[in-house]
C-alpha cells in the first residue's frame, strides 16, 4: 500500500515540476517574442519618419536635442530603472535645500533618505546628502528643476535594463500558480491522510517561491517606475567658474588658492580668539611662577649675606708634622725614587 501511495505521490509530482517547466519555459519564450516584436516596431517607425524629423532638424546639434539619458531611452515597453547623481553648489543653502524640495514635491517624487552636516563652529560651509524618488515619466523635469536650484558642478547618469530578468520572474511566477491551482485540485481528491500531508507540504514550498518571487517583482517595480537621484549640495562663498583655456585654468587656480588663505586665515583668527582665555590664564600663571622663583633667589642670597665670614687661615696656624722641620725651620728634602738598574 505504501509503495502503491509513494508510486502515485512520485508521479504527481513529476508530471506537475514537468508541466512548471514547460510552462515557464513557453512563457519566458513568447515573453521575449513580444518584446522582441515590439522592438522591431519602434525601429521601423524610426526608419520611415527619419526623413521627417532630419528635414525639420535641419543642421541642429543633436546635443541641443537631448539633455538627459531618458530621452534616448526605448519607447517599447522595456524595463528600464533610472539612476542619477548630482553635485550642487549653492551660495544659499536654505534656499537650494527648499527649491530641490519643491522640484521633487511638484514632479509627484519624495525624499527617501536625507543627511546635513553642519560643523560646530560658526560659520563653517554646510552639506547636504539627498536621495530623491521620481517618478520615471518625470524623470527628466526633476533633473532640470534640480539644477537650477543651484550651481550645477557635475551629473552623472545611468541606465539599467532589467527586461530579460523581468520577463523570467513573470514566467516563474505563472509556472508556479500554475502548480499551486493543480496541488489545490489534488488536495480535494486525496483519499488518505498521508496523502493529504504530501501533497500540503509540497504546496507549502511552491507558496513559499511564489511569495519571494512576488517580491522580487515588487522591488524591480518599485526600481523602475521611480527613479533614484542622489544629490550633494555644498555651501560655498564663491561657485565654481568653468574654464576652458590654459590661462583660464591657471587664473583660476591662482584665485582659488588667495582664497583658501583667506579662509585659511580667518579660521587661524577664528581659533586664537577662541583660544585666548586659555592663553591669558597660561601667561598668569607663568608670571607668577617667574616672580615667586626670583624672590626665592633674592631671599637665598639675603640668608648668604647675613652668615658671618670664617677667618682667615695664616701660616703660623699649619703646626711641623716632622720633628727636624721643627728644628731647622726648613723643608725636608724631597725623597728620590730609588733607581732601578
Same mark, same amino acid.
Given at each position: ?78 524595463? /528600464? ?128 517561491? /511564489? ?12 526600481? /523602475? ?117
Amino acid at each position: 500500500m505504501k509503495k502503491t501511495l509513494f508510486s502515485i505521490l512520485f508521479s504527481l509530482a513529476l508530471a506537475a515540476s514537468l508541466a512548471g517547466c514547460g510552462g515557464a519555459a513557453s512563457s519566458t519564450a513568447a515573453a521575449r517574442a513580444s518584446y522582441s516584436s515590439m522592438d522591431s516596431a519602434p525601429q521601423a517607425y524610426a526608419a520611415d519618419a527619419g526623413g521627417t524629423a532630419a528635414e525639420a532638424a535641419g543642421t541642429s546639434d543633436l546635443s541641443d536635442a537631448v539633455q538627459n539619458s531618458a530621452d534616448l531611452l526605448p519607447q517599447d515597453g522595456r524595463k /528600464i530603472i533610472l539612476n542619477a547623481t548630482l553635485s550642487i553648489e549653492a551660495l544659499d543653502f536654505n534656499a537650494t535645500c527648499t527649491a530641490l524640495a519643491r522640484a521633487a514635491q511638484s514632479c509627484g517624487g519624495y525624499v527617501s533618505s536625507t543627511s546635513i552636516d553642519t560643523p560646530a563652529y560658526e560659520g563653517a560651509y554646510r552639506t547636504a546628502y539627498y536621495q530623491f524618488r521620481i517618478p520615471a515619466e518625470q524623470y527628466s523635469v526633476f533633473l532640470e528643476g534640480a539644477g537650477s536650484a543651484g550651481n550645477l558642478v557635475s551629473k552623472q547618469e545611468s541606465t539599467q535594463d532589467v527586461t530579460s530578468a523581468y520577463v523570467d520572474v513573470e514566467a516563474r511566477l505563472k509556472s508556479l500558480k500554475l502548480q499551486e491551482e493543480r496541488l489545490y485540485a489534488m488536495m480535494e481528491q486525496a483519499g488518505d491522510l498521508e496523502t493529504l500531508l504530501a501533497i500540503q507540504n509540497q504546496l507549502t514550498e511552491v507558496q513559499y517561491q /511564489i511569495e519571494s518571487y512576488t517580491a522580487q517583482q515588487r522591488t524591480y517595480d518599485d526600481l /523602475i517606475s521611480y527613479s533614484t537621484v542622489d544629490v550633494t549640495v555644498e555651501e560655498v562663498k564663491q561657485i565654481t567658474e568653468k574654464t576652458e583655456t590654459f590661462g583660464d585654468r591657471v587664473s583660476d587656480a591662482f584665485r582659488r588658492s588667495w582664497r583658501d588663505f583667506g579662509y585659511g586665515a580667518q579660521d587661524f583668527a577664528v581659533g586664537f580668539v577662541a583660544a585666548l582665555p586659555t592663553l591669558l590664564v597660561l601667561a598668569v600663571l607663568a608670571a607668577v611662577a617667574v616672580t615667586a622663583a626670583r624672590a626665592a633667589v633674592r631671599l637665598h642670597k639675603k640668608r648668604l649675606a647675613g652668615r658671618p665670614a670664617p677667618a682667615p687661615r695664616t701660616p703660623a696656624g699649619y703646626a711641623p708634622q716632622n720633628g727636624n722641620e721643627a728644628e731647622t725651620g726648613k723643608d725636608a728634602p724631597p725623597s728620590t725614587p730609588p733607581k732601578y738598574k
